[in-house]
């Protein structure tokens, strides 16, 4: 079985990583799986450098083929933020409840469009680097709901579902979201490939 290092150690996003890639046949290792402790500077400016910083930073580590996703939430009446300092907005340790309840009283009387981005990075063995980008347009509810999935889910309404995505299956999150949009294009690839590369034994 092929193996796939995941460059992150959010549970959340090697859950849903796992739910799309091993049907597929993929074995998805985390960080929490490494011994080796690797700092990781998300330095970038924007979700195409971030996740390369990541992936590249593993990948030189490791020396196997990584694959690393950068994410966020942009608030069109916002001016995108909070964009590529969506885990860090308003501090890192200040609960979600609190940022999407300031969120929602941020657009509240503006437009109300928003947009979930992700890229996927992938360093092959050789040093081979591409990247998948993924979007899914939404709107920000008029209140926190829903107690799936994490994040900015419970504010983030979409429209085909009539709901927000926190009140969705991770399955019908999955077939629309940004990391499943990303993680597809990624998936057409590898199968492209076919190749050993994108196996990593830990
Ligand atoms: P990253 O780990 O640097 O990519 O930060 C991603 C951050 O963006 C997360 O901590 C969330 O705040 C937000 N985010 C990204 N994807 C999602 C999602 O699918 N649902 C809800 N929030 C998300």
Redesign the pocket.
Known sequence: MKEILIA?G?AH?VEEFKTMLEPLGFCVKSLKDIKEKIEIH?TGKTFEE?SMIKAMTLHQALGCAVMA?????EVDALDNAPGVY??R?MGEDTS?DIKNQYIIDAVQGKERGAQ?V?VISYVEKDGKATSYKGIVRGEINDCILGNK?????PI?YYPPYGTT?ANVSEEM?NAV???GIALRKLVDYLKEQNENDSCCTL
């Open positions: 992150t959010n996003k998300e971030n996703d950068d994410s966020g939430l969506s885990a907005f979600y979930f992700c999935g994490f994040g900015y889910d983030f995505l999150k979201s940004h990391r």
